[in-house]
């Protein structure tokens, strides 16, 4: 597949975004976690372009699009994405998100719950941040700011991985330590305050009634399969799948179940 780059302003900011595959299928948007790109769906887009149309963007201030000037909330990451459906026509759509795509797509669909029609939850949480997380992320903000981003980049890469993904991908690994290290160091500083002052959203999560698929590394440290466990049994129906040999990064580190799985959901919502 060719990857072409495009580009939409909406109101006056910049969103950079992959638009792909089979345009007449029922489009997927996938929204990428933090502080990655849209990068990170290659491997998805080739796989689901011969029978829906897939779209990934770069979330506000992450890869090529633009921070703008208002101050970054998951709310208002929620709103940048139901702007992005406008901007596209995309009237009926599933969305797909890994991690804070997760926390930004369970938003949105509190927000406008008509035109998404399906929602695939991948190693994220409803849960808000613990007050020790939240006081890390604080941390860690004072820590980028004098320092930058490399330890902050090689940490993360040893949290975000499974032990053996870490020993036999070297690809991967390098190509997530390259997009940690690419993203601005304030738009990492903002987002992780965003992330610590978000809300816990799983009382609406437990009320949405569209087909919900739930996916989680078996060895995500970040967000565990308990938090996972615990949003499908708030949501009546929904599916549960622990995705083996991977961490927090389960569509990149075991692509070939990953993908599985969201076949066997996208035929079953037809
Ligand atoms: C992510 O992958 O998006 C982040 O790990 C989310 C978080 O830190 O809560």
Known sequence: MQF????IVIKGNRVVYFDEGFLDGI???????FPFNKE???KQLIAFGDTHRVIAYDVRGHGRSEPGSVEFSVTQFADDLLLFMEAL???????????????IAINAVEKEHKRITALILCDTQCNADTIEGREKRIKTIALIRLSGLKKYADEMVNNLFAQASINTMPEEVTFIRESILHTNPDTVCK?????ADRKDSC???AKTKIPVLI???REDKITPPEAAKKMHELIPGS???????????SNLENTKIFNARLMTFLKSIK
Request: net charge negative.
């Open 239 to 249: 599916t549960f799948e622990i995705i083996d040999g991977a961490g927090h990064l």
């Open 203 to 205: 009382d609406e999560l």
């Open 89 to 103: 026509k995309l009237d009926k759509i599933v969305v797909c998100g890994l991690s804070m795509g997760g926390y």
């Open 27 to 33: 489009p997927i948007l996938f929204v990428h976690g």
């Open 4 to 7: 072409t780059q495009k580009e």
């Open 40 to 42: 990170m769906w290659k």
């Open 191 to 195: 987002t992780l305050q965003a992330l």
């Open 215 to 217: 996916m989680v590394g």
